[in-house]
Structures are given as structure tokens and as C-alpha cells.
């Protein structure tokens, strides 16, 4: 999904630039449209300076993708005298609605390839609440995830990371290896006995 908008247009551009920092910053859609230009740096190193709840700054290190993306946009973006790092196609700094339509449109394009997104309803707060997951599992620290998203304390992020089972599942099918075929578990009555909440 991602990776749905043309990089070849204008618009196509932007939204490749504005999906892939949302995802990777984790950002609040509240944040994203507030960005301004003067908030991204893309030398030395590219970093993302964002103002959260209750005016906490946090500076975000870039992915590779995320600037190459970033990089794209500031190109065909020219020399707009509009403060903010995301436009709507007035020119004038893009709204709440605005991102929330983007985000569907490339969903509904990306469902077209990859069925199971036609089921699924994708917003803003997926993508944040993905970057979560990915972050935690890359860190194993609830203190990284929560100092990326920029929550206040740690009891706010552990929330982000609850998932129901079918969740669960879902994140493990879909993390399988392309050369590992799934196979076939046969329960045992010692796992049985186990599991036996009177042996608990």
C-alpha cells in the first residue's frame, strides 16, 4: 500500500512521501499535517523534528526509503512560500480529510493486488499502531516504542501493543517465510493435560 501512489506525477509523489513517513515516524495524523518544511532535515543525517501532545518535541531519525521519498517530494515541491511539508493540490497546507482520502484511495488501489486489504478497513491509526509493532519488535523495549510515538508514559503504548488473537495469528501467517509451507499440528493429551485449566 505503501507503494501504490505513481512516482512519476505530482501527486503521486507526495502521497509515496506522506504514507511512508506516517508508517515510519508513527505519526499522529494531527502531526503529519502539521509538519513544516523547515522540520525535516535531510543532511547530515536525515532526521524528522515532530511536535507531539502536549507540545513534546521528538527528533526521528529517517529510513533509507522514507528519505529517498522525502527527497523526491521536496524536488517537485518547489520553492512554495506555504510553510507546511505536505500540500493539497490548492497549494495550500494539506487538512485531516484530506489525508484520510489519500490513505483510502491508495488502500482500495493497493486491494486490487493484495486481496486481504479489501476486508480490512486501514486508517491512520493502523499505520501508527503498526510502526508500534514493528518498532517493538525490533527493539524489544517498551520505552524505544513509547519514546518514538512520543506518548507521555509507557501505560499508553502497552495499548497500542495489545492485539486480540485472530490479530496474533493474522501477523504470524503473514510472516512466514515464502519457502516454508505451513504444516499441520497434531495436539497430544500430554499438551492437553498442560493447557487443563485444573492443572493450572
Not at 512521501?17 to 515516524?25: D, P, S
Not at 525535516?40 to 531519525?61: F, T, W, Y
Not at 478497513?121 to 519488535?137: D, E, F, G, W, Y
Amino acid at each position: 500500500m505503501l507503494d501504490t501512489p505513481d512516482p512519476c506525477i505530482y501527486s503521486g509523489i507526495r502521497d509515496r512521501a506522506m504514507l511512508h513517513l506516517a508508517f515510519a515516524a508513527g505519526l499522529r495524523v494531527s502531526e503529519l499535517i502539521s509538519l513544516l518544511i523547515s522540520d525535516l532535515q535531510l543532511a547530515p543525517e536525515p532526521i524528522i523534528r515532530v511536535m507531539g501532545k502536549g507540545r513534546r518535541e521528538r527528533i526521528l531519525p529517517l529510513w533509507n526509503q522514507t528519505t529517498q521519498c522525502l527527497r523526491a517530494w521536496i524536488e517537485v515541491r518547489a520553492s512554495s512560500q506555504v510553510p507546511e511539508l505536505f500540500l493539497n493540490r490548492h497549494g495550500i497546507g494539506m487538512t485531516r480529510s484530506g489525508f484520510e482520502y489519500i490513505l483510502s484511495k491508495h488502500c482500495r488501489k493497493a486491494a486490487l493486488n493484495q486481496k486481504s486489504l479489501s476486508t480490512k478497513r486501514i486508517s491512520p491509526h493502523i499505520l501508527r499502531r503498526t510502526c508500534a509493532m514493528q518498532t517493538l519488535q525490533a527493539t524489544k523495549d517498551v520505552r524505544k516504542v513509547s519514546l518514538w510515538l512520543g506518548h507521555a508514559r509507557t501505560q499508553s503504548t502497552e495499548a497500542y501493543l495489545r492485539m486480540e488473537p485472530s490479530e496474533k495469528l493474522d501477523m504470524m501467517d503473514s510472516m512466514l517465510p515464502p519457502s516454508v509451507s505451513k504444516g499441520r499440528f497434531k495436539i497430544t493429551d500430554k499438551v492437553l493435560q498442560m493447557i487443563d485449566p485444573k492443572n493450572c
